[in-house]
Every structure is written in C-alpha cells, then in structure tokens.
C-alpha cells in the first residue's frame, strides 16, 4: 500500500465539465507535487508545494489549479480541459524540497471525452 | 541537451538471468543525486534509491545492486536473479543542487520484461 493516497483512481470527463482530482499523506512531509505523465514517457513537473505555498508552476496552462488547503492535503482542480490532458496524473511528497526522494501515489487516469 | 540517458528502451530476458539497466547522467554541479524508481503496470512509481555526489560506493540491496561512477558519470542498475514481479519501467533520475535547484530530471526510462 502507498503512503500518499490519490482519488479518484480513473476519472472520465468531458471537455467542459469541471472536476478535482486529491491527494493525502500522512507522513509529515511539506512538499507536496503535481507530475503528469504520458503513455511510455516520464512524469512531467507540472506543481510544486513547499509548506503549503506554490513553489514552483512550470508554465501549466490555467485550465488546471492547484490547491493545498494544508499540510497533508493537494488538489488539483480541472476545468475545460482538452483531450490532449488525457494522462496518468500523478501525486508525491517529499521531506522537504531538497533531493529527499519523492513518495508517489497510485496515480489518477484521466480520460478527456 | 539530454542529462539523463537510459540509452535500453526495453529488455526482456528469462527469469533467473541477471538484468543490468544503464543510466548515464550529465551535470555541471559538484552536488547532485540520483535516483531509480520503478513503475509496474499498475502505475504507482516505487522509490528505490538515491545516491549523492560524494558517495561512490556501491549498494546491495537483496537482489538489487547499484554501481555509481563519477569517472564515466554512470550510476548503473543490477538485478540478480531476476524474477517475473521484476518486470516495471525503470527510470532514472538526477537532481541538481544548483542547475535544477533539486528538481528531478529524468531518464526516458528502460521496460524490462522479465519471462517466466
């Protein structure tokens, strides 16, 4: 079993709805990320929390937003997405920022109609 | 220009051989890390190590061993015996005090399939 926990596992959606996707952890870490990841690719940094305060935004279109009401807490709020978003979104936490290894979720497979 | 390089995009060997999973890094930084994680087919990425610039000595880890050298900026990746469960997408990955400011950058990843 992982330590961060993701839901929704699978999520379909059209390009005009809106959804969130979250992720909990309970092992005291204060950085928190965003990665996407595409079939046979690897992940792409797409957010960075440090104690609950954006640290890093690697130009991700304004269509997602992230949110980290605390701690142990990550959203990933989606709206009008495209069908090029469709991926594995994945959720990991760390220590803190400074090469601590990444502990990641199960991931969410999200599918834009 | 590339600053992790998995050059193996997939090996398959049978059960019980040993695998060896390349990994050659580029970095300008005198403090960096590196990493592997594994990725089965259920998704979730798996930690399995990291090793820091100033630490060149080898790991064993069960079956798993690891061979870092600066010399030839390689931190290469064995399993011995291999077994069915093995089978994953295996990445590497570097972080850079300074360039990256600690940032992971990763490799394409290698698919290993591991037959029974």
């Known amino acids: 079993d992982t330590e961060v926990t993701q839901t929704p596992k699978h999520l379909v959606m059209g390009m005009t709805n809106k959804k969130s996707l979250k992720c909990e952890q309970h092992?005291?870490?204060?950085?928190m990320y965003w990665y996407k990841q595409k079939a046979k690719k690897p992940p792409e940094l797409m957010f960075v929390?440090?104690?609950?305060?954006?640290?890093i935004n690697e130009s991700v279109p304004s269509r997602f937003s992230p949110e980290c009401p605390n701690s142990s807490l990550l959203n990933l709020h989606l709206h009008a997405l495209q069908p090029e978003d469709s991926a594995l979104y994945l959720c990991a936490s760390s220590q803190d920022l400074f090469a601590r290894p990444q502990h990641f979720g199960d991931g969410t497979r999200l599918s834009i109609l | 220009a590339q600053k992790v390089t998995q050059a193996q995009t997939e090996i398959s060997v049978v059960e019980k051989e040993d695998v060896t999973l390349d990994c050659v890094y580029e970095t300008r930084d005198t403090t960096y890390y590196l990493f592997w994680y594994k990725q089965p087919p259920s998704g979730e990425l798996v930690f399995l190590i990291r090793r820091n610039s100033f630490d060149e000595q080898n790991e064993i880890s069960g079956r798993y061993s690891w061979n870092f050298q600066k010399s030839t900026s390689s931190f290469n990746f064995t399993i011995t015996a291999s077994q069915v469960v093995d089978s994953a997408v295996y990445f590497c990955?570097?972080?850079?005090?300074?360039?990256?400011?600690?940032?992971?950058?990763w490799g394409a990843g290698t698919k290993l399939i591991i037959k029974p």
């Open positions: 092992m005291g870490h204060r950085a």
């Open positions: 929390y440090s104690y609950e305060k954006l640290s």
């Open positions: 990955a570097l972080s850079e005090a300074v360039a990256s400011n600690y940032q992971l950058i």
